[in-house]
């Protein structure tokens, strides 16, 4: 972290030692369990959703939200040992990395965590239904890919692929999402599985706090969706806040490179060297500017979104830069729904047209 180089470091053992005191919970991990998690809770939500509003009777309603259930319970079992058998294996491996490795993993960790973010800040107009017009491309390939693995397996002779509700469409739907949104986090911990001198209780403990997240997200998004009929500014205030969480994992990651540069110099000439400029201290200097140090609290809370009592010159190229990205992106999501809607309006108008003109 950025205090460690801002304040110097006599030796590179001494560096060496306080670096490798890993804390318990890490935002990286924290926030790939919250989105994957998230996901899968809307895609639960959003199958009981159609069992809830179809034309099946009381009892066969019951069973579809069990199959629902217990699809979804199997899918993350198969996906939680197949990730434990990999972080096993990766965790025996031999892992004598240097300081220069461990920062460049740290920081791909915390960049791949910021384009899942960002993806997940641009899902969440459409999950609270304001992009309605718009195809869910995603969607689209991910049941396509679904379609070509069933039909790989031969899955595909057991039900009727344009019935969703079919008890063996139904296992095979929720099954595949669910899974792949699980095996999407065992790609993304491969990094902290190499990673050595780390926490054994950090992907455990980061986990719990991202599933508790979503958890709470996702109730409260289903919740929501049922409840208020103006939608907009909850969409305005969640995607700010994971697009700005986007950000600032973003400007993390790209710290944690100009960290590897740093401790690269300072392997090879055992001299304090410097990174890219400060550009200005927020706070005062010593112990009465202690409340704003970005690695204690209270500040520490804001250091995932991209504060820094110490921010160098990469650091606030990288925030504008991804939050213009974000923000860009967001615009052009809201851009296809307008026109989507101006072409379904004027799709709708055209045979009353063609009556009058007749």
């Not at 240097?98 to 915390?110: L, R």
């Not at 790209?254 to 690269?264: G, I, L, M, P, Q």
Request: proline share 4%.
């Amino acid at each position: 972290t950025s205090h460690r180089c801002r304040q110097g470091t006599r030796t590179f053992g001494d560096v060496v030692h306080r670096v490798g005191m890993s804390g318990v919970l890490e935002i990286g991990v924290i926030a790939i369990f919250a989105r994957e998690f998230l996901e899968a809770a809307i895609i639960i939500g959003q199958f009981r959703t159609i069992i809830f509003k179809s034309s099946l009777d009381g009892e066969r309603q019951k069973r579809a939200n069990k199959i629902v259930w217990a699809s979804a319970a199997v899918a993350f079992m198969i996906a939680f040992v197949m990730i434990l058998i990999t972080g096993i294996a990766l965790g025996a491996a031999n892992k004598n990395f240097s300081m220069v490795a461990a920062e460049i993993i740290e920081g791909v960790s915390k960049v791949v965590a910021a384009f899942a973010i960002l993806l997940l800040s641009l899902k969440v107009p459409k999950w609270l239904g304001l992009y309605d017009a718009t195809p869910d491309v995603e969607a689209e390939e991910h049941a396509k890919q679904g379609a070509f693995i069933a039909a790989w397996v031969g899955c595909i002779k057991m039900f009727d692929p344009n019935d969703p509700l079919e008890p063996s469409a139904l296992k095979f739907n929720v099954g595949w999402n669910i899974w792949r949104e699980m095996a999407e986090i065992g790609a993304f911990l491969f990094p902290y599985f190499l990673r050595d001198n780390q926490n054994p209780l950090l992907i455990p403990a980061s986990a719990a706090v991202g599933i508790a997240v979503a958890l709470v997200l996702g109730g409260f998004i289903y919740w929501a969706n049922g409840r208020f009929s103006n939608k907009v500014p909850l969409a305005v205030f969640m995607a700010t806040l994971t697009g700005w969480l986007a950000t600032g994992l973003f400007t993390g990651g790209c710290h944690e490179f100009e960290e590897a540069v740093y401790f690269d110099c300072l392997e090879k000439s055992g001299v304090d060297c410097r990174m890219t400029p400060v550009v200005f201290e927020i706070g005062a200097k010593g112990s009465s500017g202690r409340f704003w140090r970005h690695w204690e609290l209270p500040m520490t809370i804001f250091k995932p979104f991209g504060y820094s009592k110490y921010p160098t010159a990469l650091m606030i190229a990288a925030f504008w830069s991804f939050f213009v990205v974000a923000c860009g992106t967001h615009y052009w999501q809201y851009w296809q729904n307008k026109k989507a809607k101006l072409a379904q309006g004027a799709s709708a108008d055209e045979p009353v047209k063609s009556v009058a003109t007749a």
